[in-house]
Structures are given as structure tokens and as C-alpha cells.
């Protein structure tokens, strides 16, 4: 009983100081335990959160995470969708930085959302942001998804894309899961291939960002456009 006690007064602890020191107040084990007990509130979840940090590298590294990576490290159903309910709604928040007002204007808060959703992805993802004459975002689309270190890019099925919603420019993302945000020179034949095409049809290639786990890579800011 006296063990019980003890663990219920952990969690008023942990809530007391969420709740009065805001989101910096806890640690990344203690978020994610807490956390956790909403899911599994009879079980001492700080050895499980630790745990989690450990094997994924990280606390944003673990919420990013698939379902199926996070069953497989132990969690249960509804434990693993309690992580991705809090992903998701990160990632809401983060997007709404973003969303009706110019993308150019508020490139950090891009930045932020795109590092959110795809630093920490295990395989590569392809994004194309299609923005109107105002630079305003249209459409976010998942233009293909690929393997640990590809992803198919085909520039007619970026530019039709862009026709189609009626884009007069566009921004291309990916992401690394190596976490090396560095091009390769795949990369840049790729983006100099989507941006002269464009060209010609008067869809400007605003940027191509590549996400990684140890940063991100601006090929306008690389000179490669």
C-alpha cells in the first residue's frame, strides 16, 4: 500500500510542477513517463520511459516514432497511440505557424514543423508545399515514400502536381534518415531538373530542404538553386 501511495505522490509531484513550471519544467524521461500513465496508470512507467530514450535516441526520436517500432519495444496498443496522439498534436500546433501567411516569411516555423514530422523518420519522405502568387501554402502533399537512403522524385509528376493546384511556386522536402542533411549528388541533379522545368512553365522552385536528425540543408541558402 505504502508503495502505491508513494507512486500516486510521484505523479501529483510531476503534475504539480507541469502544471506550474510550464513545459520546460520537467525532463524528457519525466514528460515521457508521465505521459505514459496516461495509457498504463497502474505501473511505474519512469524504468519504461528511460528505456525508450535509450533504444530511440531521444524524446522526439521516440514520439516520431511508428506504431510498430514502438509495439516492438514493448508498449502496448494504446500506450503507443497515447505517443502518437502527443505527436500529433505537436505537429498541429506547429503547422498552425505556418499555415495562412506568406511560407517565405515564416521560414523558421516551416523549418520547425518539418524537422518535427521527418527528422526522426526511418525511411525517406518526399514533400512538396505548393504556394500560390502570394506564397501562401495550398497544399502540403507526400509526393512518395521510399526506402532507408531513396525515395522516387520524378519531375513530371512534381510539375503536374503543381499544375493541377494551380501553384505558381513550390517547395520541395526530404528527409535523411541518416541524419546527414547533406545533398547528394543525386539530390541536386533532381532539384535541377524539377526547378528548369518549372522554368518553362513559370512554377518557381523556391527551395529544396533536406530534414536530418543533426539539422537541415537549404539548397538556396547552398547556392544549388
Known amino acids: 500500500m505504502a508503495g502505491a501511495?508513494?507512486?500516486h505522490g510521484h505523479r501529483a509531484?510531476?503534475?504539480a510542477r507541469l502544471v506550474e513550471g510550464g513545459p520546460d519544467a520537467l525532463l524528457d524521461h519525466?514528460?515521457?513517463e508521465y505521459l505514459l500513465t496516461l495509457a498504463i496508470p497502474r505501473r511505474d512507467t519512469k524504468p519504461l520511459a528511460k528505456e525508450l530514450l535509450r533504444r530511440f535516441g531521444g524524446y522526439a526520436a521516440v514520439v516520431g516514432a511508428n506504431h510498430a517500432e514502438l509495439t516492438q519495444a514493448g508498449l502496448s496498443d494504446g500506450a503507443a497511440a497515447a505517443l502518437k496522439i502527443a505527436e500529433a498534436s505537436a505537429l498541429r500546433m506547429l503547422k498552425a505557424g505556418v499555415v495562412n501567411r506568406p511560407v517565405l516569411a515564416s521560414w523558421s516555423s516551416l523549418i520547425d514543423y518539418l524537422t518535427a514530422d521527418m527528422a526522426h523518420r526511418p525511411?525517406?519522405?518526399v514533400r512538396l508545399l505548393?504556394?500560390?502568387a502570394k506564397n501562401m501554402l495550398i497544399r502540403d502533399d507526400l509526393l512518395a515514400e521510399g526506402s532507408v537512403d531513396q525515395a522516387p522524385v520524378y519531375t513530371r509528376e512534381v510539375i503536374k502536381r503543381a499544375i493541377d493546384h494551380h501553384a505558381?511556386?513550390?517547395i520541395l522536402v526530404h528527409n535523411h534518415p541518416s541524419g546527414d542533411p547533406r545533398p547528394s549528388r543525386e539530390d541536386i541533379q533532381t532539384t535541377r531538373a524539377i526547378a528548369e522545368a518549372g522554368k518553362l512553365l513559370g512554377i518557381a522552385l523556391h527551395d529544396h530542404v533536406i530534414i536530418g536528425s543533426s539539422g537541415h540543408a537549404s539548397f538556396r541558402t547552398l547556392g544549388l538553386l
Open 168 to 170: 505558381s511556386a513550390i
Open 13 to 15: 509531484r510531476l503534475r
Open 123 to 125: 525511411i525517406e519522405r
Open 30 to 32: 519525466e514528460l515521457l
Open 130 to 132: 505548393l504556394l500560390n
Open 5 to 7: 501511495e508513494d507512486h
